[in-house]
């Protein structure tokens, strides 16, 4: 009689294997949880960063009302180091307020006037600086002819008609300079739809007055009508722009 011995595997192995993926499975769930939980902190930032633009934008609006009903200078936060100093509409399109003081921080807030240039309402060179993707993205749009209006705080406004506009490097400050004719000139990053920021070329537009329609403005209803519901860079001590 012969006899059949039966040979057992042992199932460790396939145990492992069970474990194993689930390992895997417990990973792969951690990883996504972690993506989406990076996300959601993103979309929050962003939302964030929407919100705390919005609140500046009416905040700066109260601000510059205030001064037209005062004519004193207010901050739009007490911490600011910057206040609205005029009120600019180009070629028709929803007015801002140009903040005092060029510099990053200002420029976050909108457009801002260097102040080593003229005032609004001034003779000589005003330069007005502002940011490619958001206050001056509808430069990339503007064609020689076409009209600038600048109120300046005591609610006197001055219309500028564009007559050049240049691509530049950085290094090229004479636009920047103080000239004996009066002129408005706009400056911001070049080109407009560049991946990078703070590259070597400026886009300077060169606006001039026009005489002919400035003595019959009183009140131009573009700029008048923007409502609180409505809604770079400085030279460096080695004479580039920041």
Not at 15 to 37: D, E, P, T, Y
Not at 183 to 206: D, E, M, W
Not at 228 to 235: F, G, R, T
Request: hydrophobic share 40%; proline share 4%; aromatic share 10%.
């Amino acid at each position: 009689m012969s006899v059949f011995k039966v040979r057992v595997k042992p199932y460790g192995h396939y145990f492992q294997h069970v474990n194993g993926f689930a390992q895997i499975i417990s990973l792969r769930k951690a990883v996504i949880f972690s993506v989406f939980m990076m996300g959601l902190a993103l979309f929050g930032h962003g939302v964030y960063i929407q919100a705390k633009a919005e609140l500046a934008q009416l905040l700066i609006a109260h601000a510059w009302e205030s001064q037209q009903r005062t004519g004193g200078v207010h901050r739009p936060w007490p911490w600011a180091d910057t206040y609205p100093i005029a009120k600019m509409g180009v070629n028709g399109e929803s007015p801002q307020w140009v903040l005092s003081g060029a510099s990053a921080r200002n420029l976050a807030f909108g457009p801002t006037l260097q102040m080593n240039t003229a005032l609004p309402g001034k003779q000589g060179n005003m330069v007005i600086y502002g940011h490619n993707d958001t206050h001056f993205a509808g430069l990339s749009q503007i064609e020689i002819g076409d009209d600038i209006a600048i109120e300046d705080g005591s609610g006197q406004q001055r219309l500028y008609q564009i007559r050049d506009f240049n691509i530049v490097d950085e290094s090229e400050t004479q636009w920047i300079q103080d000239t004996a004719d009066d002129r408005l000139t706009l400056i911001t990053c070049y080109p407009f739809n560049a991946l990078t920021v703070n590259g070597p070329l400026r886009f300077v537009v060169i606006a001039t007055p026009k005489e002919e329609d400035n003595h019959s403005i009183t009140q131009d209803e573009t700029l008048q009508n923007i409502t609180l519901d409505m809604l770079y860079s400085d030279v460096n001590s080695i004479g580039y722009w920041l």
